[in-house]
């Protein structure tokens, strides 16, 4: 992503800057790294919100909001109690295993001390690879 933003031209420098607070990694890009992820969901549950308004309001097959009400097919109460309970039922599972397995959904090498010196498992190059990675690393 930076490389894209500073490939810019005038402006690439500026927009790295405000983005990531700079090239490189520090406490300010992992907090506006973490803080961009965080927000995401929340930003997308929003939109999907607005959606589900409009479809409410205007009916699925009625993207431009026509006011004939010959073609259009209602949006019926039903189905958001269903996505409502449905969702709430999702939520309250997300929760069990949340308060009752903190670590069930971890992933297991989050727990392991970094050591910089070695490549972890999941990252070892294939052997056509071996070149160039020994170049990368030097």
């Not at 397995?101 to 090498?109: A, E, H, I, S, Y």
């Amino acid at each position: 992503i930076t490389n894209l933003l500073s490939a810019i031209p005038y402006i690439g420098t500026k927009l790295v800057l405000w983005l990531w607070g700079g090239f490189s990694i520090n406490n300010a890009t992992l907090n506006r790294f973490f803080s961009i992820h965080f927000i995401l969901p929340f930003i997308i549950m929003i939109f999907v919100l607005i959606h589900l308004i409009f479809l409410h309001e205007k009916g699925s097959s009625n993207p431009i909001g026509l006011k004939s009400k010959f073609y259009m097919i209602s949006f019926h109460p039903l189905f958001s109690w269903k996505d409502l309970v449905g969702f709430l039922m999702k939520l309250y599972f997300l929760f069990l295993i949340i308060y009752f397995m903190p670590n069930f959904l971890g992933d297991p090498d989050n727990f392991t001390p970094a050591n910089f010196l070695s490549t972890p498992l999941h990252i070892k190059p294939e052997w056509y690879f071996l070149f160039a990675y020994a170049i990368l690393r030097s």
